[in-house]
Structures are given as structure tokens and as C-alpha cells.
């Protein structure tokens, strides 16, 4: 498993997601603070400082990465789908896409996606919600709830503190008639989101263990997050 | 006391001689200023006791109304209501957006969840027997009906930021409050706290979603549209009264929500919404479980 902030470790699972910011393709190369490969079905948490950039690498296509995040100096102050959707116009994320806390500040800004369209608005699987999406057989299967209430719980976070999530690289289309639903995803290995923090924020996010829908392939994989700051 | 006694009305209401002019420099001028006050009528607020309004609901004996509120622009109102009871909210000018949130009333740490009440009905849009789903797979309540058909799952309500920069004061204490510090305020009322502010639903001014994501506001709301809930669990149910964030008009539209609700009996075992989808069969089997978790501690 994969607990809180560590200290810059090498990744040890492939070469993709090599480190090259595309909005500071000019500038000098960015300094690597932490890279690290998140098994799959785990759940992370890192905090990163305003300015520092989270690249999120699915390394091997399809894996659903959902995501929260909370401000350091007062994590009542967090991640909010709605308000991000309300400033956005739009369910969908995208390059450009800001992130906006419950409290309408900008906290963080989506600065690169070579998967396109994720989403906000399909929000964590739980256990408690498989067993009403899948049945009761489901109960005691991995869940990313789960995995945000281990992963919050280093930082004092707990039930209450989960809201709507953003959900990377995860396809969920809303058909005319308001029909609505995570189908086969578009990501592919070494498909990347990257993000920079514009607050001191805690990152919270679960590698996504669904295996009833086409979120991860039916088959959860390995992801790696590489923080970097400006040099 | 004398039995007969309890319960009469209180004698000032009728009594106390209103012409009077009265000093509020003595303790007993602004007691009897004070005592004046009470008898006016506001266009907003509660019917109290509930089981006095005029105008029960259809089918409705006054004798069940346990809530009867009514709201206007900026205003919130919150109350506990039991099991089964029916809350229906009307857009009483016809021009509104009425933030709702729920929490369940014996265990409010668990609450609304829209991400999981549309991904589990697979469908963005409520109506009539849409179910508003809890984060442990459980239903809060049923839609049982709903003359406006036109709500919003995805935008949740107003902060101070928004109402800054379209009214030019977002502040609680001003003109222009914002819907989250409604919320944040009339859960207080019950211990809960800014943690508890789960995204909310907005009734009477919904949104359309594009194949490209696009979120559009759109109103098909009319004076006294509105839609009932059944609480299928003990519920706390939040209301604010705030236009909707998207609402591009420069002026604080919010018009007046009634909100009234009254017993009755949760779905029963062959109510259509606990059948219509085998989502709606296990999250009615999950509420079940808790419901003979109560009936058993009685």
C-alpha cells in the first residue's frame, strides 16, 4: 500500500510519462520532487505546494484515477465538482479547465490532457453503491471510498469531508434524454493529465479498483503520479 | 393547570390593546412594545403550529401537516421531518430555484449523494419516481411527483465568490447572500457544519447537458409548480432560496418556495418506484435494512 507524502522516490514501473510541461516547454526543466508508481487498487495522497504540478500516467490504458483535494490551510475548504462545472460551463475537463474549491477559489488548474474529456460527475464507486449498481454479492469488493476515507484519514479527513470527485481518464457520456454512464474508456498506456496546484493543497486520490464496469478494462492497473516544481 | 386551559390561544394575541402608544423606556413599555409585535402577518414565514394552514394539500387532512413554511428570495428553512412524510415544495411565483439538501435525520453523517443519485439511476434528469440517493446506497426519498420536470443535479448552489461578482455583494449579512452560507447556516441549526454541505440539488431551475458537456440553464418553471417527496428514512431536509448561479439576469430573482409536508407511510412493498429499475429494488432493500434496525430498538 501507499501512504502519505514520502520523500522523491524513482518509479519502477516503465518509462512512460517522461516529464516535459508542455506550458513551460521554453523555460528550463522542471525539478522532479516526487515519482512514484501507485499499485493498483490503492489509494495516494500527497500535498503539493502552489506552483508544483502533478502529472497523473496511466501506464497501461483505461484506469480510472479519482481525485480529491483539500487546501492546506483549511481543508473545510476542498475540491468542488459543482463549482467547477458552474465556472466551467461544462461537465467535462479539459487543458485550461481550473478546479474550483467550494468556496470559488481557483485551486487548481488543469495544464495538460492527452486523454481528453474527463469528467466530474460519476463520482466514486463505494461498496455501499455497488451492491445497488452490481448486487449484494458486491459488498466486500475494493471501492474508492475506501480508499479516499484511508487515504484522508492521515490529514484528519473522514466520511463527511467526501464530496463529488473528478474522475480522470473515466468516459461518462450523458445521452439527450438525460441516460447517463460510465462506458469503455479512451485512455491508452502512457496517456497523461497534469496539474498545477494554484493553493497548497493535500491531493487525495484513489487508483481506481472498480473491475464491474469498463472504467479500468475489467482489470485494474498501476498508475504514476510525478510532482514536479519550476526550476 | 386546568385541562381546558392548555393549549388556548394566547390571550395577548386578541387582547392587548394595539392602539396604545407605548414608551420603550421602561422595562414594562418594551415589554408591552415587544408583546405589540406579535399577530403580524410576513409574506414569508412559518405557519405555526403547522396543522393551522388553510389550504392543506389535496387529500390532505390539516391534522398531519407537521411543516409549513414559506420562504423568499435569499431565506432558508430547515426542519427534521419523520419517515414517510411527504415534502412538497412549490415555486410560488413562478420564478425560483430552491436549493435542496438532505441528510438523514438519526445519522446525518450520511447524506445526499448526486454523483451516486445519477449514476446509479443511470439518468441526470429527476422526475417522477427518481429516487435522491445517500453515499450508502440508500434512498433518502422519492420523487412522487413533479409538475415542473426541469431541475439541476450538477451545479449545486451559489457561493460568495459568484454573488460578488454578479451582484456586487456576496456576503451573508447583505442583500445578495449566497446559497452555500444558507446551507452552512441552517445546518448549523443542527449541529452540522460546512463539512456537511454535500452538493446540493436545485428544484425549478434545471439545466440541460450537451454531447459536449455543455451545461445550460434552462426554465420551464411556472407560479405554483411543484414537486413532492416521500422521505423513505428519517430525514433533516435543507432548503435555500437563492437564484440559481447561472442565472445571468443582473438582479437577486429568487422568488418565494412554500414548503409543506405532512405523515404518511413510506413506499410500500409494491410502490412502483421501489420496483420500476433492479437499482431502485436493492437501494430500497439497503433502506429496508435500516428501517428494521429502528423498528427493532422500539
Request: charged share 20%.
Amino acid at each position: 500500500m501507499t501512504g502519505g507524502p514520502s520523500p522523491a522516490s524513482a518509479a519502477t514501473e516503465g518509462d512512460v510519462g517522461q516529464v516535459d510541461i508542455a506550458a513551460d516547454a521554453t523555460a528550463r526543466a522542471p525539478v522532479v520532487v516526487h515519482d512514484q508508481v501507485v499499485p493498483a487498487r490503492a489509494p495516494w495522497t500527497h500535498q503539493l505546494l502552489a506552483g508544483e504540478h502533478l502529472r497523473i500516467v496511466d501506464l497501461h490504458g483505461n484506469q480510472a484515477v479519482d481525485f480529491l483535494a483539500y487546501v492546506v490551510a483549511d481543508p473545510v475548504e476542498r475540491y468542488s465538482a459543482p463549482d467547477t462545472i458552474a465556472a466551467a460551463g461544462n461537465v467535462f475537463l479539459t487543458s485550461g479547465t481550473v478546479l474550483m474549491t467550494n468556496r470559488g477559489r481557483p485551486m487548481l488548474t488543469v495544464v495538460d490532457d492527452t486523454c481528453g474529456r474527463p469528467g466530474t460527475i460519476g463520482g466514486a464507486c463505494s461498496r455501499e453503491s455497488n451492491t445497488v449498481r452490481y448486487g449484494h454479492h458486491t459488498a466486500h469488493q475494493h471501492a474508492c471510498v475506501e480508499n479516499f476515507l484511508l487515504g484522508g484519514a492521515p490529514h484528519g479527513l473522514g466520511k463527511r469531508d467526501l464530496q463529488s470527485n473528478v474522475n480522470w481518464f473515466m468516459n461518462v457520456p450523458v445521452e439527450p434524454d438525460g441516460t447517463l454512464g460510465i462506458v469503455d474508456g479512451i485512455s491508452a498506456p502512457g496517456k497523461h493529465v497534469e496539474v498545477r496546484a494554484e493553493l497548497d493543497v493535500i491531493v487525495v486520490v484513489s487508483n481506481c479498483p472498480q473491475i464491474n464496469n469498463p472504467c479500468n478494462g475489467f482489470d485494474p492497473t498501476p498508475v504514476r503520479m510525478i510532482v514536479t516544481r519550476p526550476s | 393547570v386546568p385541562a381546558a386551559s392548555i393549549g388556548a390561544a394566547p390571550q395577548f394575541r386578541t387582547d392587548f390593546e394595539r392602539t396604545t402608544v407605548v414608551s420603550t423606556a421602561s422595562t414594562n413599555g418594551a415589554r408591552d412594545h415587544a408583546r405589540a409585535q406579535a399577530g403580524t402577518v410576513a409574506t414569508t414565514q412559518p405557519t405555526v403550529p403547522a396543522t393551522a394552514l388553510t389550504d392543506p394539500p389535496d387529500g390532505v387532512d390539516a391534522a398531519d401537516v407537521v411543516w409549513d413554511e414559506t420562504i423568499g428570495a435569499g431565506g432558508y428553512a430547515t426542519r427534521r421531518v419523520p419517515q414517510g412524510a411527504r415534502v412538497r415544495l412549490v415555486d410560488v411565483d413562478g420564478d425560483t430555484c430552491a436549493g435542496l439538501l438532505l441528510h438523514r435525520g438519526d445519522a446525518p453523517a450520511e447524506r445526499l449523494n448526486v454523483a451516486d443519485t445519477v449514476k446509479l439511476q443511470w439518468q441526470a434528469y429527476p422526475g417522477p419516481g427518481y429516487l435522491l440517493l445517500s453515499d450508502m446506497g440508500r434512498v433518502l426519498a422519492t420523487v412522487v411527483d413533479d409538475t415542473c420536470g426541469c431541475h439541476d443535479m450538477f451545479c449545486a448552489t451559489s457561493n460568495q465568490a459568484d454573488n460578488a461578482r454578479r451582484y456586487g455583494d456576496g456576503t451573508a449579512h447583505g442583500p445578495t447572500p449566497s446559497g452555500r452560507d444558507r446551507l452552512v447556516v441552517a445546518l448549523a441549526k443542527h449541529g452540522l457544519t460546512e463539512r456537511d454541505v454535500a452538493p446540493n440539488v436545485n428544484l425549478f431551475s434545471g439545466v440541460v447537458i450537451e454531447g459536449d458537456g455543455t451545461v445550460s440553464l434552462r426554465h420551464r418553471s411556472y407560479a405554483g409548480a411543484h414537486l413532492v417527496l416521500r422521505a423513505e428514512m428519517p430525514l433533516i431536509v435543507t432548503v435555500a432560496d437563492v437564484p440559481h448561479r447561472l442565472d445571468p439576469r443582473p438582479a437577486y430573482t429568487a422568488g418565494r418556495v412554500r414548503i409543506t409536508a405532512w405523515r404518511g407511510p413510506p413506499a410500500g412493498a409494491d410502490d412502483n418506484a421501489r420496483t420500476a429499475t433492479p437499482e431502485a429494488v436493492r437501494a430500497f432493500e439497503n433502506t429496508d435494512e435500516e428501517t428494521r434496525l429502528a423498528e427493532c430498538a422500539r
